[in-house]
């Protein structure tokens, strides 16, 4: 019987067990991937994330892998391979995604009983579907990410589909093709190359240069778009990982990053158990706070038009870009949500869509927890002015993305508000012409928030409420 493998968040050759056990007995199977345009409706989806992925395949072709691409209904699709080649089995990994994609696949797996079609899921990564705690989470773990490498299937030959009614349209292809030249490109070839180059030349500055915007944009892996749309597997960069730690005599920044590489399936096990994370309150005791939605507010964040200059260069910054380091993810968040006093869901969505590395089962939960809706974490509300003059102390962040304020003196360029008449008339500088005023004030808006959210963090029920996440979702150290 032929074997038709399904590509999802798999996009790489190497370590793919799906991909792996798809060639046994010599089989040569179909290699397919579906671009389903009712994603372009979902609140989480970018075409910008279509881009990598476009690109991505692409690279897998360079390696002499035929994929299959299709465009349409995967109910539609699957029909029609059907139609071509009769009875198949169906090979994929399985995806921690958001309750639209678990609808997708449930579509999916009715169609395989209906029509007598077996489908295997494989795990990825190491998120593990099924578990109702976290007991034993963490040996599950470290066993699954030293395991061995599926062996890549390079000798194998694979075959080819009629695709002739699901090819993509071409407005659909010229917004691929027109992605912006800021955003890193696709492929599980160049994210080999990123780790080689991070292991060689940048791993033992990543600790130091984490939290300033620009030292983490050379210092970084960069990997974080390719481990989401699995380019590469956490299995590779953590055992390549592992054997350069040997080397090393100070182990503390590569240490940091491999720990991450385990709070990357740690925060996707949280969603893999929880879906309703992407729209629901973990704790219900914050369900009666930022419930309405400012507009006005809401753009001026979205568009980087705040007034303050850290959030507006972060902000501009990741619409060209797709990305942020997690400090300035975690200071937008806050700025949005506690500062500004938005409902979290409406700038999830938006900064879901515009991070080229948006891996839901990491952001939702992640942005709850800056949003303080949890109530097991603490309660961080960043200052933007502090944060700017610690972490980008030359304004080199701020100057290339809010270019009007780039001729100003250091002194200004964090604070322009501080600016008196006179010295705006010699920095040719007029605040709120040139630049727009700040649209809250920060140390008033910050009184509130952390009143308000602490009196409910410390309340009886929200307590309760935070016991049992912490049952569901905390990582038992016990074997």
């Known amino acids: 019987m032929n074997n038709v493998v399904w590509l999802k968040r798999d996009l790489r050759i190497s370590d793919n067990e799906a991909l ?5 007995n010599n089989a040569s199977p179909y290699v397919i991937y579906i671009f389903n345009p009712a994603q372009l409706s979902w609140p989480d989806v970018d075409i910008r994330h279509w881009t990598f992925i476009f690109q991505s395949l692409n690279d897998l072709r360079n390696q002499g892998l035929v994929v299959n691409t299709f465009y349409g209904d995967p109910l539609d699709v699957f029909d029609s391979i059907k139609q071509q080649i009769g009875e198949f089995n169906l090979l994929s990994h399985q995806e921690s995604g958001t309750e639209d994609s678990w609808r997708v696949d449930n579509e999916i797996k009715k169609w395989t009983k209906k029509n007598k079609i077996t489908w295997q899921e494989f ?7 099924g578990i109702k705690n976290r007991n034993h989470w963490d040996a599950m773990w470290i066993k699954k990410i030293k395991s061995p490498l599926y062996q890549s299937p390079e000798t194998y030959i694979f075959k080819s589909l009629n695709t002739g009614d699901f090819k993509i349209p071409d407005h659909i292809l010229e917004q691929i093709f027109n992605s912006n030249h800021h955003m890193i490109p696709g492929g599980e070839s160049k994210a080999h190359n990123l780790l080689k180059t991070f292991l060689a030349e940048k791993v033992d500055e990543y600790w130091g240069s984490l939290s300033y915007p620009e030292k983490s944009r050379y210092y970084c892996s960069f990997l974080s778009a390719h481990i989401s749309y699995g380019n590469i597997s956490l299995k590779q960069i953590y055992q390549a990982c592992e054997i350069e730690r040997k080397n090393k005599s100070n182990k503390k920044s590569i240490d940091q ?24 309150n973990m704790n219900a005791s914050f369900d009666h706070i930022r419930k309405k939605s400012d507009r006005k507010l809401f753009k001026a964040w979205r568009d980087g038009q705040t007034g303050y200059p850290l959030i507006d260069a972060a902000m501009r910054c990741v619409k060209e870009t797709g990305y942020l380091n997690f400090r300035l993810r975690s200071t937008v968040v806050s700025f949005l949500t506690h500062i500004l006093w938005q409902p979290w869901k409406p700038g999830a969505d938006h900064l879901a869509k515009m991070f080229l590395d948006y ?21 961080r509300i960043y200052n933007p002015i502090k944060q700017s003059l610690e972490k980008d102390k030359d304004a080199t962040f701020i100057k290339t993305w809010v270019p009007e304020l780039a001729n100003l003196s250091t002194e200004f360029i964090h604070r322009p508000w501080q600016m008196t008449p006179l010295e705006e008339g010699m920095n040719d500088f007029v605040y709120g012409k040139d630049y727009p005023k700040r649209i809250v004030d920060f140390e008033q808006r910050q009184k509130f928030a952390r009143e308000k959210l602490w009196a409910i963090k410390q309340s009886p029920q929200s307590r309760n409420r935070s016991i049992d996440i912490l049952k569901k979702h905390s990582r038992s150290k016990r074997v």
Request: aromatic content about 12%; charged content about 15%.
């Open 359 to 379: 891996e839901p089962g990491i952001h939702y939960p992640q942005f709850q927890m800056q949003a303080a809706t949890t109530g097991v974490h603490t309660i």
């Open 123 to 129: 795990q990825n990564n190491a998120v593990i579907r």
């Open 20 to 24: 792996s056990k798809s060639v046994a």
């Open 257 to 280: 990053y491999m720990a991450r590489l385990k709070w990357h399936c740690h925060f996707i096990q949280k969603f893999e158990m929880d879906t309703s994370i992407q729209y629901q």
